[in-house]
C-alpha cells in the first residue's frame, strides 16, 4: 500500500519510546488458563482481558517486541469462537469467555459486534505473516476471515453502514458513539485491510485470492471520498448521526493513502492552521475543540474520554501528516508526546481540566511506534 511515509526521529529517540512500550507491553501480558499468552489494552489491568483491535495496533507498532510464535494463537482465540454469521468477539476476558459487544457485561451496547472486528483481525494476520513470514497461516485462515468480513453490514460500493434504526458501535475508540448512516473510520479500516490482503497474498503468489480481495477493495476508493466535506476541508464522521469533523479519520485517511492530493493538502492545512483545535501535550481529540459528538449510545460527559479528551493513539497519524510539510514541527510533536509519556505515564486520555486517566495503556505508545523510524542522520 502507498502510505504516507514514517517521521524520522533522532534514534535516541526511538530507542526511549521503544524502551517505553518494551515496558508497556511487559505490564500488559497475561495467560489464559490453557496457557494461550495474551495482551491486555493496559499495564494495569483495568481492562482485564485481549481487545482485537488494542492487540492488533501491539502487533502492527512493536512486532519486534512480543515473541513471534505468541501472535498467531491470539488470532486463533479470536477465531474459535466466531459464529455461524461469521462475526467474531471484541474481547475475550481473562475468565477465557468471549464477549461481542462493547461495554459491560451487564449493559452492553448495541445490538452488534462494533463493525471494526473483521478488519483488525485481517490486519493482524498479515502482520503476522510480514513479520515471520508465515504465509500458510494466512491461506489456512482466509474462508474465516472472509466470513467475518462479510458480517459487517456495507453498502453496494463496500462502505460500512450502520443502521440508525439499530445503532451500535463503529470504530472502536469511538463505542460510546453513536454514527450512523456511512462511518468514515470502519469503512477506511475495512479498505486498508482488503488491501492488506491483496497485497500479502499477491507476495505470496497467491495471485487469485489477490485479485479477489483488490476487486473488493475497488469500488470503495471513490466512494471514501463521499465523506469529504469541501467546506470544512476535513472528513465527517459519519453521514447521518455523527456528521461532524473526524480529526482522527481524516489524519488517518491521508496515512493510509485513501485520499486524494488534494483532500490530502487541505487536511494537512486544517492541522496546521488550528493546532489549538486539535491537541494538548501532543495528545489528540476526536472532534474539534469546543465540539461535542451529537448523539450517544451510552452516556459520556463532555470533555471527557471519548467526548472530549486527548489521545496519543492518533498523535502518529497527525505527525506523519504535517510531516509532508514540516518535518521539525512533525518531530516536535512526536518529542512532545514522549515528554508527556516519561513525565507523567503512558495514559489512555488526559485533559488539562480533567487529569489523566488509565496508566500503562498500550495503544498510546504503541501507535507512536508504528508512525515513526530511527535515523542515524538527525
Known amino acids: 500500500m502507498k502510505t504516507l511515509p514514517k517521521v524520522t526521529i533522532p534514534t535516541q529517540t526511538h530507542d526511549r519510546l521503544r524502551a517505553l512500550a518494551a515496558q508497556v507491553l511487559a505490564g500488559a501480558r497475561g495467560e489464559l488458563a490453557d496457557g494461550t499468552a495474551y495482551w491486555r489494552p493496559d ?5 482485564d482481558g485481549v481487545w482485537l483491535r488494542d492487540f492488533c495496533y501491539a502487533v502492527e507498532g512493536a512486532a519486534d517486541l512480543l515473541p513471534g510464535e505468541a501472535i498467531l494463537p491470539v488470532v486463533d482465540l479470536f477465531l474459535r469462537h466466531q459464529r455461524d454469521d461469521g462475526s467474531i468477539p471484541t474481547r475475550v476476558m481473562a475468565d477465557g469467555q468471549p464477549d ?3 461495554g459491560p457485561r451487564e449493559a452492553p451496547i448495541g445490538s452488534a459486534p462494533p463493525t471494526d472486528n473483521p478488519s483488525f483481525l485481517a490486519k493482524t494476520i498479515c502482520a503476522y505473516v510480514e513479520r515471520t513470514g508465515d504465509w500458510r497461516a494466512l491461506c489456512h485462515r482466509l ?8 458480517s ?13 434504526a439499530v445503532p451500535g458501535s463503529g470504530y472502536g475508540f469511538t463505542d460510546c458513539i453513536a454514527k450512523t448512516g456511512r462511518e468514515l473510520f470502519s469503512s477506511l479500516l475495512t479498505w486498508e485491510a482488503f488491501r492488506r490482503l491483496a497485497e500479502t497474498c499477491r507476495r505470496w503468489e497467491l495471485h487469485e485470492e489477490a485479485h479477489d480481495w483488490y476487486e473488493r477493495a475497488q469500488p470503495m476508493e471513490a466512494a471514501i471520498g463521499g465523506f469529504y466535506e469541501p467546506d470544512w ?3 465527517m464522521a459519519a453521514t447521518r448521526d455523527g456528521r461532524q469533523i473526524d480529526v482522527w479519520g481524516s489524519a488517518y485517511a491521508c496515512v ?10 487541505t487536511v494537512r492545512a486544517w492541522l496546521l492552521g488550528r493546532p489549538q483545535a486539535w491537541g494538548w501535550r501532543a495528545h489528540v481529540r476526536h472532534l474539534p475543540a469546543g465540539e461535542h459528538w451529537a448523539s450517544l449510545l451510552r452516556p459520556v460527559e463532555p470533555e471527557t474520554y471519548q ?10 497519524w497527525v505527525a506523519q501528516v504535517l510531516f509532508t510539510q514540516d518535518k521539525a514541527l512533525a518531530r516536535s510533536i512526536i518529542e512532545d508526546v514522549l515528554a508527556e509519556f516519561e513525565d507523567f505515564g503512558v495514559m489512555e486520555w488526559i485533559h488539562p481540566e ?5 496508566r500503562s495503556y498500550v495503544a498510546s505508545v504503541c501507535n507512536v511506534l508504528a508512525s515513526v523510524a530511527p535515523s542515524r542522520k538527525l
Open 143 to 150: 474462508h474465516a476471515l472472509t466470513l467475518a468480513v462479510d
Open 233 to 235: 476541508g476535513m472528513f
Open 43 to 47: 499495564g494495569e489491568g483495568r481492562y
Open 152 to 164: 459487517v453490514p456495507r453498502d453496494r460500493d463496500g462502505l460500512v453502514v450502520i443502521d440508525p
Open 100 to 102: 461481542y459487544l462493547e
Open 256 to 265: 493510509i493513502g485513501a485520499t486524494s492530493s488534494k483532500q490530502r493538502g
Open 307 to 316: 467526548n472530549g479528551g486527548y489521545w496519543a493513539v492518533a498523535t502518529g
Open 354 to 358: 480533567r487529569g489523566r486517566h488509565t
